[in-house]
């Protein structure tokens, strides 16, 4: 199980820095995914991955075997670009069978090879349409048949999604997922959509503003356990307090006191942290009750979408928002005096 | 077309004017030539009105046969060597930084400010054998002596292509532009060569930009008439060249303009041609 290794990636662009210090491991047959804000390097990377750029720094081994310098039309991967980059002169079948034509593959064998590829994206039959003819999704499916139409040893996609409207995107991420483990093929995906990323990905590379690899790990474990702020704050909503360290098991936000599970390593007293806490962890009592772990404030908005409801809770010029069911609806409404309780378990300390 | 078709009259008016000009300074004079096409010629330099088809008849000469299908022949030449220096070249451009850019064309805008008579003038000196560049070659000692490159039908063909090397460019400048450089990407993650994406995917998916290109070289170049004079020998003389000497020398208008007419009709017949083939294979619609 060798897989992808990028090692120690460096990418220049003139005096702009799109990558720095990319160690990464990736195992064959996952599904990865590139996270980050946009003007992060995930495309840089992916690029360089593709053999599109070539790094300013460092080495790109598959399966052991350096790849750093082969040109992208000897790496026999498959790429679905942003544009989806569909050739417009060309019809569907001949798109989808790019790649084969190029290999000098039988002309029979082609056209079985399109049929298949076509039916494995639900578009049989659509072999001599135009490009022009079809659909944003049509052309989505397309240009994934194209890329898989020589059983690439990597399956590169650049936010092949960001064109289609939401409900389709939906849809598209979880057929892409179910293809993608029905094939098995090692698969990178680069999104800015983090509820994508949780949707598809075995493995998530979260990639910061400062061009660096973040965290790596299962969607879960960055959801649960993010190694900074800058994690916690882009992967999913989180109530982010600025805080001190206050002996082993205590953190003191402005002058009430919190009880935490964990403390990382190489905290002591005084040391300012940050504590991040997910919305649906938090839950709110009405009236100004006395417990443990908690935070005292006004009710300042309810939004209620119907599926779930968010109540924000102004605790002395702190923004708490807690988030549950319409079923665990508190009574209260704004206004009010409410009790926001914080679990210890939930309360995640980190380094500022 | 985008958008509605207007509706009424005053939503036709911002054509009227150029409508207008188009009639006076087009269709009017196009009408008279035509007229004079069918009139009858006196010898001694003037025509009376009529109808009758002689001049047309006596178009069915060896010589205008011959000299029309140099024409045709010249200017599908040079447009054929224009479209295919242009487009690579066109295409590098488009790749490189926007500043870059700007100083390629305007280098070559400023190609075009030079008229047909400066630029047959200027390469005839600088092919000539007492004053070319074949002095400069046997100054670097690549030729044991000056030579003269001109008149020929290679001066006129390069002549001719240097005049409409940069019309050439700024045709495929936009579309080459709007190229999504994805697509030469796509084809090379999809196992193609450079040399075969470019031949490929980017001429492949260009083909309506170059067959547009290549109409208006050829239609351009259909009306060049000082070259061939400067930098042709009398064999080289084009169909522009015999039309004028028709009409001015031999004072005979009904005969020019009767060439004239069947000249454009021959060319609209090929330029018609040639949009046919450019557009290849339909794909099938449904």
């Known amino acids: 199980m060798a897989g992808l290794t990028l090692e120690d990636i460096h990418k220049n662009f003139g005096s702009v820095v799109a990558a720095r210090e990319v160690n990464l491991k990736l195992p064959h047959g996952r599904f990865v995914c590139f996270l980050g804000p946009s003007g992060c390097g995930k495309t840089t990377l992916l690029r360089l991955i593709a053999g599109l750029e070539s790094p300013t720094q460092g080495h790109i081994l598959l399966d052991g075997e350096h790849i750093t310098w082969t040109p992208a039309h000897k790496r026999n991967f498959g790429m679905v670009f942003q544009s989806l980059a569909l050739f417009p002169h060309l019809s569907v079948g001949e798109n989808v069978t ?17 049929a298949e590829l076509l039916d494995l994206v639900q578009l049989s039959g659509f072999e001599d349409r135009h490009i022009s003819q079809l659909s944003g999704g049509q052309r989505q499916r397309v240009a994934i048949a194209r890329a898989l139409a020589i ?4 399956f590169l996609l650049d936010e092949p999604l960001s064109a289609l409207d939401a409900k389709l995107r939906e849809s598209m991420q979880l057929e892409l997922r179910l293809l993608q483990q029905r094939l098995g093929v090692t698969t990178i995906l680069v999104t800015h959509d983090q509820r994508e990323a949780m949707t598809m990905a075995d493995m998530v590379v979260v990639m910061g503003p400062d061009n660096r690899v973040r965290q790596v790990g299962t969607p879960l474990d960055i959801y649960r356990q993010p190694s900074d702020t800058f994690v916690a704050d882009f992967i999913g909503s989180s109530n982010l307090l600025q805080g001190s360290c206050m002996g082993a098991r205590e953190i003191k936000i402005g002058d009430q006191h919190l009880e935490v599970a964990e403390m990382p390593a190489g905290v002591s007293d005084g040391t300012s942290v940050t504590v991040s806490v997910r919305p649906e962890d938090i839950s709110v009592l009405p009236g100004a009750e006395k ?16 599926s779930n409801v968010e109540i924000y809770l102004n605790c002395k010029g702190l923004q708490i928002i807690s988030q549950s069911t319409p079923k665990g609806r508190p009574d209260v409404k704004p206004g009010d005096e409410g009790t926001a309780i914080l679990p210890p378990a939930s309360c995640i300390v980190l380094k500022s | 077309m985008i958008g509605e078709r207007p509706k009424g009259i005053r939503s036709h008016l911002p054509v009227a004017y150029p409508a ?15 007229a004079i096409s069918f009139f009858h010629r006196q010898p001694g330099g003037f025509y009376i009105p009529g109808f009758e088809f002689t001049n047309y008849k006596n178009l069915y000469t060896a010589l205008f046969g011959r000299t029309l299908s140099f024409s045709l022949f010249v200017a599908g030449l040079s447009a054929a060597v224009c479209v295919s220096l242009a487009f690579p070249f066109t295409y590098f451009i488009t790749r490189m930084r926007r500043r870059t850019q700007v100083i390629w ?14 630029i047959g003038f200027a390469w005839s000196l600088l092919l000539s054998r007492t004053a070319g560049i074949s002095n400069l070659m046997v100054w670097l000692g690549l030729m044991e002596q000056p030579k003269a490159w001109y008149p020929g039908f290679a001066a006129l063909l390069f002549g001719i292509c240097y005049l409409a090397f940069p019309y050439t460019v700024l045709v495929l400048y936009p579309p080459l532009s709007r190229l999504d450089p994805a697509l030469p990407e796509a084809s090379q993650t999809l196992g193609a060569s450079p040399l075969r994406t470019f031949f490929g995917v980017i001429v492949g998916s260009m083909r309506n930009a170059i067959v547009a290109a290549f109409v208006m070289v050829f239609v351009f170049t259909l009306g060049v008439y000082l070259l061939p004079q400067i930098l042709g020998r009398p064999q080289h003389w084009t169909l522009s060249v015999l039309i004028t000497d028709q009409a001015i020398y031999q004072t005979n208008m009904p005969m020019a303009a009767s060439m004239a007419i069947f000249f454009m009709f021959v060319s609209l017949l090929l330029v018609a041609l040639t949009m046919v083939i450019g557009k290849g294979k339909k794909i099938k619609t449904q």
């Open chain 1, 98 to 114: 790019y790649s084969l034509r190029v290999r000098h593959v039988k002309k029979s064998t082609q056209q079985k090879r399109a």
């Open chain 1, 151 to 154: 059983d690439p040893l990597l």
């Open chain 1, 291 to 306: 417990r443990d772990n908690c935070l005292h404030g006004t009710v300042s908005f309810i939004r209620d979408v119907g």
């Open chain 2, 20 to 34: 207008l000009m188009l009639g006076i300074f087009f269709i009017i004079p196009f009408g008279i030539m035509v």
């Open chain 2, 105 to 118: 064309l305007v280098f070559l805008m400023s190609v075009l400010s030079l008229s047909e008579v400066i």
